[in-house]
């Protein structure tokens, strides 16, 4: 090593000690006959002094070094006069006898600080340079700790980490997916996987039990806020399990990594159906650290001479407590957000009940104050609240009404910090009617088990799939699956499949089935936005060493990028003009 020491290392017992560092140059002070760099490297940062005193040209050398160079030091460890209590080192200071330049440095385009003044598109082509900053850094760091820890706790129960290939058969079920043209067989191509769910099922009723794997996934789909063409999966499955043993056994993997990683001791797990956190959230994925659940007035309201309420399917309300005095002006930017495409009502309905007991309505033309009065009583409301109302179509008024619960929720401040709502959303539909493609499609993926058969109405089958939510982000989902080839097929029939078809896709599987398949189940987990939550950041780009920018491009390496004419006609993907001569 060309160190005795890292830059996050040297304190106050190793004082006199003669040393070499090595780093880069965080930062150069110079005042009159004295010059400090502060010496960076991955583990911290360590003051150096030169002084006219110890070595005047020294003094002159270190002065022509600047942010970013890479260099190496010798000299002795000696107590500080004004101590840094903020930093590790901070009570002490090298004392540089020589000094060698490593690799001298362009200055950077944006400094490398905690907060930076470089906009993203700069630090994404710079990665490396925004990758030394600390942020980005401890991001890294506990990253490394989550997947070493799921490793350790899923090892800990018996889980084998087996990989899955990469180079796939293209499904048109699900999202888009990537494709990469064989060379070998032009004209076929190979497909990224959008998830290891086929081959994880496969080693199940091949034996193996318990299988885990932290796999890069990829779907080509249209790019979305915090969407990465690739991201990472906790890839999980387990034979011989019942709904609850995955509960189980998953609550306590997330438990362990918050207490292992973070020292936090996670709540109780709450459990709840979809169609309650639809119903009283207007979500899949509810934020539970507060509270603002939905009351139901379609009762009292419908059928009482009011247009709007009359031809609602649903009129629905939240309680803001103590916003009884909010602005005109607070509820137009309220009434605008419910007409934004985001919730798409025709307006807001207000109720205020002020601190003397008097009502004060939107709807006062149209309802009695015994009617209010009812409404209030509903909605628990007390002296000073504010009841906020929107009537409509079912799932629209109610996932708009989530919208607009979230919208206050932050824009009030009414959302705790440094707590965590935990939940498994559970009793799924196993399929949903997907308006643009005109068909029935799989809430989760066409391989979950229905709870009970597949006979009757297909909008009621119920699905024994759970999604695992934190702070009303969705942090893994899963099902118990399907193991049996008939109800397999019924399914892909319930989805439009021939049976041609779905054996083309998915024989593999099916067939599979016919030799012994064991009962089995699993889940994954989103491994960018369980960090992301986990280092408190909002982005999932913060907690990826590379990540694309929200066009899907790296603009460090400069892809994707156009291929050479060669390369295009090896892999079968120009055809030879001269072919079509004549
Ligand atoms: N493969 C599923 C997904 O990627 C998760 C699972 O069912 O285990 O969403």
């Not at 649903?314 to 009434?335: C, F, H, M, P, S």
């Not at 008097?358 to 209010?372: G, R």
């Not at 009414?414 to 799989?442: H, M």
Request: some cysteine; overall charge negative.
């Amino acid at each position: 090593m060309i160190r005795t020491h890292t830059c996050g290392e040297l304190r106050i017992t190793d004082v006199n000690k003669n040393v070499q560092l090595t780093g880069w140059v965080q930062r150069r002070r110079d005042l009159g006959n004295l010059t400090f760099i502060d010496l960076r490297d991955r583990y911290g940062i360590t003051q150096l002094v030169f002084s006219t005193e110890i070595n005047k040209d020294l003094l002159e050398k270190a002065r022509d070094i600047h942010r970013e160079y890479v260099i190496q030091i010798t000299g002795i460890v000696r107590e500080r006069e004004n101590k840094n209590p903020n930093l590790p080192t901070g009570d002490i200071e090298i004392v540089v006898q020589e000094l060698k330049i490593l690799n001298p440095s362009l200055t950077p385009p944006f400094t490398i600080e905690d907060n930076t003044d470089g906009g993203e598109e700069l630090r994404m082509t710079f990665r490396y340079l925004d990758l030394r900053r600390n942020p980005l850094k401890n991001n890294l760091i506990l990253r490394h700790k989550l997947a070493l820890e799921t490793r350790k706790y899923l090892d800990s129960l018996g889980f084998l980490e087996i990989e899955t290939p990469f180079l796939i058969k293209s499904t048109p079920e699900g999202a888009r997916d990537f494709v990469v043209p064989s060379r070998m067989h032009k004209g076929t191509f190979y497909a990224l996987p959008q998830s290891p769910q086929t081959f994880k099922q496969i080693l199940m009723v091949a034996g193996y039990d318990r299988y885990f794997q932290i796999v890069r996934c990829f779907r080509d789909e249209d790019l979305r806020a915090d969407r990465q063409p690739e991201f990472t999966q906790i890839d999980c499955e387990m034979s011989f399990v019942e709904r609850e043993d995955i509960l189980q056994t998953f609550e306590g993997l997330i438990r362990h990594l918050f207490k292992s990683v973070k020292g936090i001791e996670l709540p109780k797990f709450l459990r709840m159906s979809y169609e309650d956190a639809m119903n009283f959230y207007g979500s899949d994925k509810p934020d539970l650290r507060f509270d603002m659940k939905f009351v139901h007035l379609t009762n009292v309201f419908k059928n009482k001479g009011f247009k709007v309420f009359d031809s609602a399917e649903i009129i629905v309300g939240i309680n803001l407590k103590q916003q009884a005095q909010a602005t005109r002006k607070q509820i137009d930017e309220w009434t605008e957000f419910a007409k934004s495409p985001k919730v798409g009502s025709s307006g807001l309905i207000y109720i205020k009940y002020n601190e003397d007991g008097s009502i004060k309505s939107s709807i006062d033309k149209f309802f009695t104050t015994e009617q209010l009065k009812e409404v209030l009583e509903i909605s628990n409301a007390q002296p000073g609240d504010l009841i906020l109302i929107l009537a409509g179509e079912k799932i629209k008024t109610l996932k708009g009404m989530g919208q607009l619960r979230l919208h206050i929720a932050h824009q009030l401040n009414l959302i705790p910090t440094n707590t965590y709502a935990c939940l498994w959303v559970v009793d799924f539909p196993l399929f949903e009617y997907d308006e643009e493609e005109q068909r029935w499609v799989s809430m989760h993926h066409p391989f979950t088990s229905p709870i009970g058969d597949l006979s009757g109405n297909i909008a009621d089958i119920k699905a024994n799939a759970y999604d695992m939510v934190i702070n009303g982000t969705e942090v893994g989902g899963g099902s118990i699956r399907i193991h049996n080839k008939e109800i397999q097929k019924k399914v892909f029939e319930l989805l439009g499949f021939t049976e041609e078809e779905a054996m083309r896709q998915f024989g593999f599987l099916m067939n599979a089935f016919e030799y012994g398949a064991p009962p089995h189940g699993g889940i994954a987990f989103g491994f960018d936005r369980l960090t992301a939550l986990l280092c408190g950041v909002d982005s999932i780009r913060d907690v990826i060493a590379f990540p694309k920018n929200n066009a899907g491009k790296d603009t460090m390496i400069d892809a994707p990028s156009e291929i050479n004419p060669k390369q295009l006609e090896e892999l079968g993907l120009i055809i030879d003009p001269n072919v079509y001569k004549n």
